[in-house]
């Protein structure tokens, strides 16, 4: 069932960085961030018989998310045949569950839900994202862009026993992925005319 009455969620973001100028071409940047989440939405069971049950959607969930990411730049000058980026991001999502049941029980006791910190469904530990890029001005260009992440939590279920085992202790596989772009550009009756195609997931 809907609710009408939902508070709209609320993050409060802090960071701090340093950016550096290395070589004319070449600059690093570190950043430390931390967000600060309120009224999440949790799925809230509601009991009306032994049998019978509904769910709603109510403001319930606390978030928080800190980490830091590395960054380093290698820019493409006009005269330049190469440019680059890489940046890597370690981080943590953590937030609270309370259990469909424990909504039951703790309001006809009337006592404060409990909350139990667990990772988020998009707590992505490590991150790593890099561009590389060759080309001439005006002329051909290719560049290929990497992705690499640590796999995201999921709750891990014993079907033979149809028992869930505790939110989000499980993780995916680790992912990776490389897309292509290149375009050559030509001169027809004095118009640049670029040709391009982009490749999605290289490999």
């Known amino acids: 069932f809907g609710n009408a009455n939902l508070n709209p969620e609320k993050t409060v973001s802090y960071e701090i960085g340093l950016q550096q100028q290395l070589l004319d071409n070449l600059a690093f940047n570190v950043t430390a961030f931390y967000k600060d989440v309120r009224d999440l939405l949790a799925l809230q069971q509601i009991r009306i018989s032994s049998t019978e049950t509904y769910y709603k959607y109510v403001n319930q969930d606390y978030g928080n998310i800190k980490g830091i990411t590395f960054a380093l730049t290698k820019r493409k000058n006009p005269e330049d045949l190469f440019g680059a980026t890489l940046d890597y991001t370690y981080q943590t999502a953590e937030g609270n569950e309370t259990g469909s049941d424990a909504f039951f029980l703790d309001l006809a006791s009337g006592r404060q839900s409990e909350k139990i910190p667990v990772l988020l469904n998009w707590d992505q530990t490590h991150t790593l994202n890099g561009?590389?890029?060759?080309?001439?001005?005006?002329?051909?260009?290719?560049?290929?862009?990497?992705?690499?992440?640590?796999?995201?939590?999921?709750?891990?279920?014993?079907?033979?026993?149809?028992?869930?085992?505790?939110?989000?202790?499980?993780?995916?596989?680790?992912?990776?992925?490389?897309d292509m772009l290149a375009d050559k550009t030509f001169n027809v009756f004095n118009l640049p005319v670029t040709v391009f195609f982009k490749i999605f997931n290289l490999f």
């Open 131 to 178: 561009t590389l890029t060759v080309g001439e001005r005006g002329n051909w260009n290719v560049t290929f862009v990497g992705k690499l992440g640590s796999g995201l939590p999921y709750t891990p279920e014993l079907l033979t026993r149809r028992m869930f085992l505790r939110t989000n202790t499980g993780r995916r596989p680790t992912r990776v992925t490389v």
